[in-house]
């Protein structure tokens, strides 16, 4: 998701079924909810309550709970298991039509029953809007939906994919009722009606709240009886504040590395919690391959032999992220070091100049460094500032930073006018696949005209056909050698995920996986 945090590693299921899918956990047959009531801050917005056009982490938030998927993710685990569907599975050899049985009794939080007809609404009105701020983009492969009768639902593929369960169990896979949403728009009153374990009742600028839905009908076991969310809007020091006065039970995306570090310290004292989990946020300098700078090999390579992620995420991160050497994180199945094999764990002064004089480039490279200054963390800039620092530090460049705001920056990188620029990446759904094909595929994310035929017309098209996702492991490590040796990103770092809660907030642990959902029914507050 562009843009849309590792420890410890949870552990992480390396097979993707392509057969029968069975049941994990059981039905909530009391979906009530028990006990208080959570009051949540988050410095992110939640851009859209719709889910033909949310693709940022404040909206899939908002949509794992008022909204379910056919498949969902455990907590703690990345294969997809039946959620509105008893049994999914794959009814060919090539991984390219897949069915999936509804449960029985179905319905949506407004009364409303949820059938087949439902499910094919929601992915032909996805894909029919196409959004530009939506998840359509994650579905090139879906070529049709057919429903054979009122509990079955069959995906016809135009090409293999058998990361196909894992995007449908994604916040992309939200089913909305047809009755309630328009087949050719997007819906502008600020509500949802789904079938999640939780109801949305208001949406404004400042809070969402949320009840709990009686008429879910599911895996999640609801331990609260209602959240808010109340959005801070990227100020940090009201979050901190807010949090600490009592205003809100937790905190969660948007405190700086120096206020975690800070509370993690006073804990105690102040009354509150520091949790920690896995993620796979990631974040890359990317280099525009046709920049007249940039776009020199050996530009690239010396910038890669200088980069001191180590002292970044001491100085800059204070220790909340780690340092990352491919383009796939470490815990997800693929992942390798091919950075560090290639370019080392510690700077190289002489390897930097080698690599410039090799490519006939003498005296000082001049660079400028493009960030934008909350959308990718609240520390980008002072980070970009800091790798500005170690390259210029080694008297082989005279680099400097430029900040702008996040509608411009995006224009800007489309119209190719930066040479060097940060992107953070929150995955769609746990596998390799997500932090290659977005990235390399056509039409990809980055808008840094790199293509590779290799990668493009071999690795991703025989990775994403693989049903046993552990056999995907030696082309997963050809590319990302391939990207170590182009070089059109420079991975930095993977974050650690974090929640600040007052003492008596229970749940948090079940919230912060590699997953990427955050499950507000496992919060509980005595």
């Keep these: 998701m562009n843009m849309r945090n590792q420890w410890p590693v949870l552990p992480i299921v390396a097979g993707l079924a392509s057969g029968l899918l069975t049941g994990c956990g059981s039905e909530s047959g009391d979906s009530g909810g028990t006990g208080s009531s959570v009051v949540m801050g988050m410095s992110d917005d939640v851009l859209a309550t719709d889910p033909a056009s949310g693709y940022d982490p404040g909206s899939w938030l908002l949509f794992d709970n008022v909204f379910q998927t056919l498949l969902s993710f455990p907590k ?46 929601s992915f032909d009105r996805m894909l029919k809007i196409n959004d530009s701020a939506g998840p359509a983009i994650m579905f090139p492969m879906l070529g049709s939906v057919d429903t054979p009768n009122a509990k079955t639902v069959v995906f016809h593929l135009k090409v293999p994919d058998a990361t196909f369960p894992s995007k449908i169990a994604s916040g ?20 949802a009606v789904g079938s999640g374990p939780y109801k949305l009742d208001s ?24 959240v808010t969310l109340k959005f801070f809007h990227g100020d940090r020091t009201a979050l901190k504040k807010a949090l600490l006065d009592g205003g809100i039970d937790l905190a969660y995306r948007g405190l700086s590395a120096s206020d975690i570090a800070g509370l993690d310290q006073q804990s ?11 993620s796979a946020e990631v974040q890359h300098l990317v280099f525009n391959m046709k920049d007249p700078v940039a776009g020199k090999l050996g530009v690239r390579k010396a910038m890669a032999y200088l980069l001191d992620r180590d002292a970044l995420i001491q100085h800059v991160y204070q220790g909340t992220a780690t340092p990352l050497y491919s383009i796939i994180p470490a815990g997800i199945v693929g992942h390798n070091t091919a950075f560090f094999d290639t370019y080392g764990a510690r700077p190289s002064r002489a390897k930097a100049a080698a690599a410039l004089r090799a490519d006939g480039i003498s005296g000082k490279v ?60 929150v995955p769609d759904y746990p596998d390799a696949d997500n932090f290659t094909a977005p990235f390399f595929g056509k039409d990809n994310v980055l808008d840094n005209n790199y293509s590779n035929a290799t990668i493009t017309g071999s690795l991703i098209p025989r990775t994403a056909a693989q049903s046993d996702r552990a056999a995907t492991d030696t082309d997963f490590g050809r590319l990302q050698d391939l990207v170590a040796a182009e070089l059109p990103v420079l ?5 650690k995920q974090y929640a600040v809660a007052r003492d008596g907030v229970y749940g948090l642990e079940y919230c912060l996986d590699a997953s990427t959902v955050f499950r507000f029914w496992e919060l509980s507050k005595s």
């Design 76 to 121: 703690g685990g990345t294969e997809p298991q039946p959620e509105l569907a008893k049994q999914c599975t794959f009814t060919d050899t090539r991984a390219m039509v897949y069915q999936c049985e509804l449960k029985s009794g179905l319905k949506f939080s407004n009364g409303d029953d949820l059938t087949s007809e439902d499910v094919k609404f």
């Design 172 to 191: 992309a896979g939200s089913i909305v009722d047809h009755r309630q949403y328009d087949a050719n728009g997007l819906r502008t009153d600020h509500k």
């Design 203 to 226: 949406f404004d600028k400042d809070k969402a709240v949320f009840s709990v839905n009686g008429n879910y009908k599911g895996t999640a076991k609801v331990k609260n009886s209602g």
């Design 268 to 278: 105690d004292k102040k009354g509150i919690d520091v949790i920690e989990g896995s």
């Design 366 to 425: 001049k660079l400028t460094l493009w960030s934008t200054p909350s959308r990718y963390g609240p520390a980008t800039d002072e980070e970009l500032k800091a790798i500005a620092g170690q390259l210029n530090a080694s008297g082989l460049f005279d680099a400097d930073v430029k900040s702008v705001a996040f509608d411009q920056y995006e224009k800007d990188i489309a119209a190719g006018k930066y040479g060097v620029y940060v992107k953070g990446w």
């Design 491 to 495: 991975p930095v770092w993977q974050a």
